[in-house]
């Protein structure tokens, strides 16, 4: 009878053992293999964008062309370039008084009545962007603008 209950007794630690690891094998098959098949069906996650390149630009106030004799009207805008590479900024900023001088050319060749609507302030804008595009020196690249942002614009 000793042998009987020992024996009964061995059978169940080993139906026991075996049990246990066939559930640990079938909940790591789960885990690792399952865990993986949503991820492997989805694209990849695409990385964060890169961080934006920007110059903030002095706020300047510039007068404006007369519309009437004896009209003055000024502007004062803050501006910020945003650019597609360090370089660039790197350009530009060694080049500031360059970049200033061709910002001040062109509004103060603009009446207050093109620059009060959007429309006006696009077109500034692109205009701004091709200007400063071009080369601030002979043997430098073209300057690679995306944006071109109004931070303040205020029209007296």
Known sequence: MADS???KKLITILLIVIILLVGGGA???FFLIKGKAPAEGHAA???PPALPIFLELEPTTIN???EV???DHVLYVAISLELETDDDRKNLFNYLPEVNTRILYLISSKTKTELKTLEGKLKLAE???TILTQPVHPQLPPNKIKNISFNKFILR
């Open 69 to 71: 004799e004896g009209d």
């Open 45 to 47: 996650v695409p990385p």
């Open 64 to 66: 404006l062309q007369p």
């Open 5 to 7: 209950k020992s024996s």
């Open 127 to 129: 205009e701004m962007k």
């Open 27 to 29: 909940g790591g098959y």
